[in-house]
C-alpha cells in the first residue's frame, strides 16, 4: 500500500498556487485503471476563484486548510477546515477567502 502525506502535499501545492498565475494547484492523490473513485488535492490562493464549472458527477469537496465559497445558481456554502459539501449538480464555482486547500471526491461511472 501507498501511503500520501497529505500536510507535505498541502505544503507544497499551497506554495505551487501562491506562485502561479491561475492561482491554483492540484495532484491527484486517488486513480487507477478501472477505479470507480478519483481523489484530487486542490489548492487555492486566497482571493481567487475556481471559475463556473459543470458537476464532475457524484462527488464532495472537503475542506482541509483555510476557507472557501462555493457557489452555485441562488446557493451559497462556506466552508472551513473539516467543512464538507455535496458537490452541486449544477454548475458552480469555488471561490478562496483565504488560502485554502480542498480533497474533492469523484465517484466514477
Known amino acids: 500500500m501507498d501511503v500520501a502525506s497529505i ?15 491561475s492561482g491554483r494547484s492540484s495532484v491527484t492523490v486517488y486513480s487507477r485503471p478501472g477505479a470507480r473513485l478519483r481523489q484530487t488535492l486542490m489548492a487555492l490562493a ?3 476563484v475556481m471559475g463556473e464549472h459543470k458537476s464532475p458527477g457524484d462527488a464532495s469537496l472537503l475542506c482541509l486548510q483555510g476557507r472557501v465559497l462555493v457557489h452555485a ?7 472551513g477546515p473539516g467543512g464538507m459539501v455535496a458537490v452541486p449538480p449544477q454548475r ?18
Open 7 to 21: 500536510n507535505e502535499l498541502t505544503t507544497d501545492l499551497l506554495a505551487k498556487a501562491a506562485a502561479a498565475e
Open 92 to 109: 458552480h464555482d469555488v471561490e478562496a477567502l483565504e488560502p485554502s486547500v480542498l480533497l474533492l471526491t469523484v465517484a466514477l461511472h
Open 46 to 48: 486566497a482571493d481567487r
Open 73 to 79: 445558481g441562488d446557493a451559497e456554502v462556506e466552508l
